[in-house]
């Protein structure tokens, strides 16, 4: 299904702000959310990582670029993708 324009500029803020995490940091969804102005979207930041392309489907922001593996849940845990 097509995003629209305004969902498509959510998914690249979010991938672009978790780009930002540096190697050996971790942060969390309500984080990043807070980050972009929305602090009551950390489910759809984990929504957005969920549904990140595979490096191998030609889209900038993709599973090889955007480190997922560094934002953790509320409880410090990795969510299942």
Known sequence: MPRTEE?????????????????????S???IALLLGEPKRPRQVGICLKHLPS?????????????????????GMISHR
């Open 7 to 27: 969902a498509e500029h959510w998914f690249n803020a979010v991938y672009a702000a978790v780009r930002e995490i540096p190697r050996g940091k971790v942060t």
């Open 29 to 31: 969804y309500g984080h």
């Open 55 to 75: 490096p191998e489907s030609g889209e900038y922001f993709n599973g090889g670029n955007v480190p997922w593996q560094r934002v953790v849940n509320s409880k």
